[in-house]
């Protein structure tokens, strides 16, 4: 699937987006892959509360099942208007 | 309706205008403006967009379209900028346009406030002592709840 970061979540990580082939189950399973990655995404990951997550472009819980999901995205909370 | 996410400037006289026209059954339409502020202590010298494509457009057009449904609008528009933006700049837009001013103020204040926290979009202001990402405020989630 493909998993997207924004703001300073792609700061952290250093790529706007990234290929990633997992089996995980969950966001949070995907998320505990990534982090025992590189320190990089560690400290990316390190707080959940000060995070957002979109799955196939919807806002969702760290729970959402991953199954035929496209598209992840990690974002801070956002900001507009 | 009609939702933009566009890097260029807008002409909120034009913009507004086209609304306003060719809705006879239309009593009131209400306009919100957002400009991109100063700060008081460390100049701001540039306020940048960033936001997720495909993502924004979809969330804006559903924030549009509970709108219509819930305050009975005869029309909705949102217009929002991405990119580097500098202070006095006009960021985004709202037009409202329903048979009362109720409903119209109503569904502005709704629109602005789910664009504040639902739409996909984070702001990094520049100045001359360097660069932060603008935080998300409690008061924007806790403005959800009156809805």
Known sequence: ?81 | MRISVQEEAFDLGAVSTEFASGHKDMGAIVTFTGIVRDLPDDPLQAMEIEHYPGMTEAALRGMAEQAVERFSLGDALVIHRYGRLVPGEMIMMVATAAPHRKDAFEAAEFLMDYLKSRAPFWKREITATGSEWVESKDEDEDALTRW
């Open chain 1, 1 to 81: 699937m493909e998993v997207l970061y924004f703001a300073w979540v792609r700061e952290r990580i250093g790529v706007p987006r990234e290929h990633v082939i997992t089996q995980a189950a969950t966001v949070a399973d995907l998320v505990a892959e990534l982090r025992a990655r590189e320190d990089r995404y560690d400290l990316a990951f390190s707080d959940l509360s000060s995070l957002r997550v979109a799955v196939d472009q919807e806002l969702a819980d760290f729970d959402a099942p991953l199954a035929g999901v496209r598209e992840v995205a990690f974002f801070p909370p956002m900001t507009g208007g």
